[in-house]
């Protein structure tokens, strides 16, 4: 998605919520960005996102939302969650027409109270009223006098056609974003007392608008085999391209994440703990999310005793945030398969996911005592609850390919099906005895990663060691004191003297009255003299607003730094590094 030189404004309250939390998802994005691009040209096809609860799905949609309303280039988003509550359908009819029309002024207006608090019905209309917008006044009279004659069908269909009207009127392109689409079959009931079934043909609503190319849809959904099966039914497979997110970054992003939650959070680590927590956790942010933020009693992510017993705490208490989400897939599954052969297939399927298993092979292989036709129908009610996924021919089944889900099942099936419970702690500690065995690319890792996220690692690498001086890290610091640090922080702004802010990457006090001041570039361009220059007036200006400190300056650039900045850095005692020095003693 491209970047446009605008500072980024959150009219939509994300729900991952501080925005700097959403790290990697680089593929995704530009995926998503070349299908943006081709909105404008009237051929951008409306698009699914498929994956499981906590995958990352309503971060991205959400963080597109933002970024169309502020770069305005061109669509006008409209976002909607459809929440697991139950709801009367003409209120749900209202609330919809209510929250687009309320986001399509906000954006026209760039006024973000519209979107966090929708306008009511009348606002509404006296807004179209006075900027004479005769389209929303028409409508809300329209869906005002249809509620009052009970034709509720009508209501909505003002409101699920407004997107499409509005872009065909004012010659427009709007993005229609519907989270969790999957629940409008399920909790908008046809009679007030909710008494009735919920009214599952409501999807095909869509049916004709999703194919709009002036108002394309984007919706999401985390029970994959529900909301594939409510597709297939009521929209047509094609009309949707479906793109599935995988809940898990790359080892360097997930990397970044334990650094981002951990800072976010509060909570101490080391580089060393940053891995094994990113390694244990598989680089999935929900679940590294879980192990930062857990209330584990005993929880001390700085060393591997610390890690592995918190990550076996977020696994197995039934309490925990990662159990208690997980829980809610499972018991979707126990509901209608409770017994211990689909246990079994489930466990096996989860732990060999790289093949299909026909319902012939599964028998034989489990020595289950039940005829293939029962396994298959045990087996389809499993996909349609998301625990398991369609294999290549219609007879193969397959585990999903989420380890995060087998340690669950492990947790919770294992001893009832072999007879006795997994020893996930001995698993863990097997893990990072591999790593640790590895440590030299350990090391080799997390020097490559300093040109990604130095600010954070230097952070960590401070924080956790705390007594060491200066040229531990930096060459040519002239203070050469043993410091013990009493406080780290990135990113500190300051005001300086003429009322101008300033801010400085890594910031550490000293309980004897020093602190360091770093500046850290993580281009592979070398940083030149101009730069240094710059850093040099920072150290003088906070020297000039913290008089009582001593302040020890040094300079961070991983693509090195020319002569002249070199031999400025070394006339004014700035420390200068290339890298971030790992595994000494402390």
């Given amino acids: 998605m491209r970047e446009k030189n605008v500072k980024m404004r959150y009219p939509l309250s994300e729900s991952i919520g501080d925005p700097d939390l959403l790290v990697g998802r680089e593929k995704e994005f530009a995926l998503l960005g070349r299908w943006l691009d081709l909105i404008p040209r009237r051929m951008g096809k409306s698009r699914v996102l498929l994956g499981r609860r906590k995958s990352g799905k309503t971060a991205i949609v959400q963080r597109i939302f933002n970024r169309l ?5 061109g669509i006008i988003p409209f976002y909607f969650n459809i929440k697991e509550k139950k709801t009367w359908y003409p209120d749900f009819a209202i609330g919809y027409y209510r929250a687009f029309a309320s986001q399509y002024i906000s954006f026209l207006e760039q006024d973000e109270r519209l979107v ?3 306008l009511s019905l009348e606002r509404i209309r006296e807004y179209g009223m006075s900027e004479s917008l005769d389209i929303l006044a028409e409508d809300v009279s329209e869906l005002l006098w249809n509620r009052e004659r009970e034709l509720y069908d009508s209501v909505w ?23 969790e689409f999957q629940n409008i079959t399920q909790y908008i009931y046809p009679d007030r007392e909710r008494r009735t079934e919920p009214d599952e043909t409501l ?28 597709i297939d039914k009521y929209l047509e497979a094609g009309r949707l391209r479906r793109t599935l997110i995988d809940p898990y970054l790359t080892s360097e ?5 334990v650094y981002k939650y951990a800072e976010a959070s509060g909570v101490p680590v080391t580089n060393e703990s940053a891995e094994q927590i990113n390694q244990l956790c598989m680089s999935d942010p929900f679940f590294i999310s879980c192990v930062i ?20 705490h977020e696994i197995t208490d039934r309490e925990s945030e990662m159990s208690m989400t997980w829980g809610e897939y499972i018991e979707l599954m126990l509901d209608k398969v409770n017994d211990r052969h689909a246990k079994q297939m489930l466990l096996h399927l989860s732990r060999y996911p790289d093949r299909d298993w026909t319902p012939r092979e599964l028998k034989k292989e489990l020595g289950l005592d039940i005829d293939e036709g029962e396994i298959r129908k045990k087996l389809e009610i499993m996909v349609r609850a998301d625990v398991i996924r369609k294999g290549a021919a219609d007879i193969d089944f397959r585990g999903l390919s989420d380890g995060t889900l087998n340690l669950i099942l492990r947790r919770r099936f294992e001893k009832e099906i072999r007879d006795f419970a997994p020893d996930l702690k001995k698993d863990f500690n097997e893990e990072l005895d591999r790593l640790r065995r590895d440590r030299n690319s350990l090391r080799g890792r997390l020097g490559n990663l300093v040109g990604k996220f130095a600010e954070f690692q230097l952070f960590t690498e401070f924080r956790s060691r705390k007594r060491f001086s200066l040229s531990a890290y930096f060459d040519g610091a002239e203070d050469d004191t043993k410091l013990n640090i009493t406080d780290v922080r990135m990113r500190e702004k300051f005001q300086r003297r003429d009322g101008k802010e300033t801010e400085i990457d890594v910031l550490a006090d000293s309980d004897c009255g020093r602190t360091i001041l770093v500046e850290v570039k ?4 070398r940083t030149g003299l101009r730069m240094v220059r710059t850093f040099q007036e920072k150290r003088e200006a906070y020297s000039e607003r913290f008089p009582k400190r001593t302040v020890l300056p ?33």
């Fill in 69 to 73: 309303w502020t770069e305005n280039r």
């Fill in 116 to 118: 966090r608090s929708p």
């Fill in 157 to 179: 269909e003002i409101a699920y056609t407004a997107p499409r009207r509005f872009a065909d009127i004012f010659d427009q392109r709007i993005l229609v974003i519907i989270d």
């Fill in 203 to 230: 999807a095909g609503s869509f049916h004709e608008v999703v194919e709009s190319k002036i108002a394309p849809m984007l919706v999401t959904g985390s029970y994959v085999g529900w909301l594939i099966s409510v």
């Fill in 253 to 257: 992003h997930g990397l970044q994440a």
């Fill in 293 to 312: 933020q857990s209330e584990f009693e005993g929880k001390d992510l700085t060393t591997e005793e610390g890690v592995v017993n918190t990550v076996h």
């Fill in 522 to 525: 993580k281009t592979k361009d």
């Fill in 554 to 586: 040094a300079f961070l650039s991983v693509g090195g730094f020319t002569r002249g900045a070199m031999k400025f850095c070394k006339e004014n005692g700035i420390g200068t590094a290339t890298e971030i020095r790992y595994f000494q003693e402390k």
